[in-house]
C-alpha cells in the first residue's frame, strides 16, 4: 500500500512538473487586477507575556511574576490607511498615493523589580511613538525587473524613549529605588497641558523624509529553471523600507520625571515608600527616523501559477526607540488562491520581537475587494499558552 502510495504521488509531481500549466491554467479564469481603485486599511495588534492564555485556562487566575521570560513586555501596534489610490497601467506599471498612521511601542520592566532581585541600574526598555505620512508609489518595470519606488513625507506626532532605572542593594541596609524620566516629544508645543492650544502656530515639528524601495525578480523563468522544472516557479525580491534622506526634527517635549525609594529592613518602610515626582516643560531637538527595515522574500509557486504559493522571508530592522536597536525578522507564509477570486493565506512572523501568527481572507469580487484577518501573538514561537496578544486586519478596495 505504502509503495502504491508514493508511486502515485511521484507521478502526479512528474506530471505537474512537465505540465503544470497546462494543469492549472492561470490567465484565462483569473480575475485581472484593477487599472484604478481606491481603499483603507487598517491593522492593530496588542500583545503582553503577563496575562496569557494560560491564566484562563485556569479556574483561579494567577499572576506568576518569575516566569516572565527576562522581563514584563506590553508591545502595541497599529497602521491605518484611512484613503490610498492605486492606478496601474498595462505594462505593469503605475503610481500611487497615500495617507498613513503608524503606531508602535513597548513598555518593559525587568523581571527582577516583581522578584525584588538585587540589581545595580538595571534598566528596562520601554518606547512609543506616533507617526502620520503622506506616500507616492512608483512602479515600473525594466526587462525582468520589477521596481517599486516609494517616497514619504512623515510627521512624527509623539516620541518617548522613557528611561526606568531600578536599584536594589541589600548588602547592607535594603536600599531599593526605581526612576524614571519619561521626556515626550510632542509635534504641537504643549505649554500647559490642561489648556492645548491648536493652531498652525502650534506645530513646531519639522517634517523628515524618506524612501523605500521594492525590486521583485522572476528568477527560475528569467533562468529558464522553470522550462525544464516546471515545480521550481518561484520570484525573489527584496524591500528596503524607511530609507532616511532627512530626520524629522521635534522641538518640544513634556518631561515627567519620578523615583520610588525604599529604605530599612523594617517592614513599616516597605509599607511607607518615598515617593517623589515632578512635571514639566522644555525646548530641544531631537532629531528623529522612523524604524528602517530590510526584508529578503522569495514566492514559490509550486504549480507553475498562483494556486498555491509559498512564502518565506527574513531580514532585520533598526528601531531607535530600543536600547537594542537591531532586531532580526523572520517568517512563513502559505496561500491558496483560486483565479484571484477567493484566497486564503496561513502564516507566521517574528516581527518587532514578537511572534505573530494568523490566517487572512480575501474576496474579490472584481469591482470591490475585502480583505480580513485575525491573528494571535506570543513571546515564543508557537508556544500556545504563552499567548498574550491578538490582532485584527480590515481592508477595502473599490475600483474597475
Not at 53 to 73: C, I, T, W
Not at 147 to 169: N, Q
Not at 282 to 300: H, M, N, Q, S, Y
Not at 323 to 344: R, T
Amino acid at each position: 500500500m505504502k509503495k502504491f502510495a508514493s508511486t502515485i504521488i511521484i507521478f502526479i509531481l512528474v506530471l505537474c512538473n512537465i505540465h503544470a500549466e497546462e494543469l492549472f491554467p492561470d490567465t484565462n479564469l483569473r480575475i485581472k487586477e484593477r487599472s484604478f481603485e481606491i481603499g483603507y486599511n487598517l491593522n492593530i495588534v496588542l500583545s503582553n507575556n503577563l496575562i496569557t492564555a494560560q491564566n484562563f485556562l485556569q479556574e483561579r487566575m494567577v499572576l506568576d511574576f518569575d516566569n516572565l521570560g527576562g522581563s514584563l513586555n506590553i508591545h502595541t501596534g497599529m497602521s491605518y490607511t484611512p484613503f490610498f489610490i492605486n492606478i496601474r497601467t498595462e505594462k505593469g506599471g503605475g503610481w500611487g498615493l497615500s495617507l498613513n498612521t503608524n503606531v508602535f511601542g513597548s513598555f518593559a520592566l525587568s523581571e527582577k523589580i516583581f522578584t525584588f532581585s538585587e540589581a545595580d541600574g538595571e534598566k528596562s526598555d520601554s518606547g512609543f511613538a506616533v507617526f502620520t505620512d503622506v506616500s507616492m508609489d512608483f512602479i515600473f518595470k525594466i526587462e525582468y525587473f520589477k521596481i517599486k519606488i516609494k517616497p514619504s513625507v512623515f510627521l512624527p506626532v509623539m516620541y518617548t524613549r522613557p528611561e526606568i532605572v531600578y536599584t536594589f542593594d541589600t548588602t547592607g541596609e535594603s536600599n531599593l529605588s526605581l526612576e524614571y524620566d519619561a521626556q515626550i516629544y510632542t509635534a504641537l508645543k504643549i505649554d500647559d497641558i490642561d489648556n492645548i492650544k491648536l493652531g498652525l502656530n502650534s506645530f513646531t515639528t519639522v517634517p523628515g523624509v524618506d524612501f523605500s524601495i521594492s525590486v521583485e525578480y522572476p528568477l527560475s523563468r528569467a533562468i529558464g529553471i522553470f522550462k525544464k522544472f516546471a515545480l521550481f516557479d518561484f520570484d525573489v525580491g527584496i524591500d528596503l523600507l524607511n530609507i532616511p534622506l532627512n530626520p524629522s526634527t521635534m522641538n518640544h517635549y513634556i518631561r515627567m520625571t519620578g523615583n520610588i525609594t525604599l529604605e530599612g529592613d523594617k517592614i513599616e518602610s516597605f509599607l511607607k515608600p518615598d515617593i517623589s515626582k515632578d512635571f514639566s516643560y522644555g525646548e530641544d531637538k531631537k532629531k528623529v527616523f522612523r524604524p528602517f527595515r530590510t526584508i529578503l522574500w522569495a514566492d514559490w509557486r509550486l504549480f507553475g501559477n498562483h494556486l498555491f504559493t509559498i512564502s518565506p522571508h527574513f531580514g532585520f530592522s533598526i528601531n531607535l526607540l530600543y536600547i537594542e536597536p537591531f532586531s532580526p525578522e523572520y517568517g512563513l507564509q502559505l496561500k491558496l488562491d483560486l483565479a484571484n477570486i477567493f484566497a486564503i493565506s496561513l502564516g507566521t512572523r517574528y516581527e518587532d520581537r514578537f511572534w505573530k501568527t494568523g490566517t487572512n481572507i480575501l474576496l474579490n469580487l472584481e469591482i470591490v475587494e475585502f480583505n480580513i484577518g485575525a491573528a494571535v501573538s506570543s513571546k515564543e514561537f508557537l508556544d500556545v499558552p504563552s499567548i498574550g496578544g491578538v490582532g485584527i486586519y480590515i481592508g477595502l478596495k473599490i475600483g474597475l
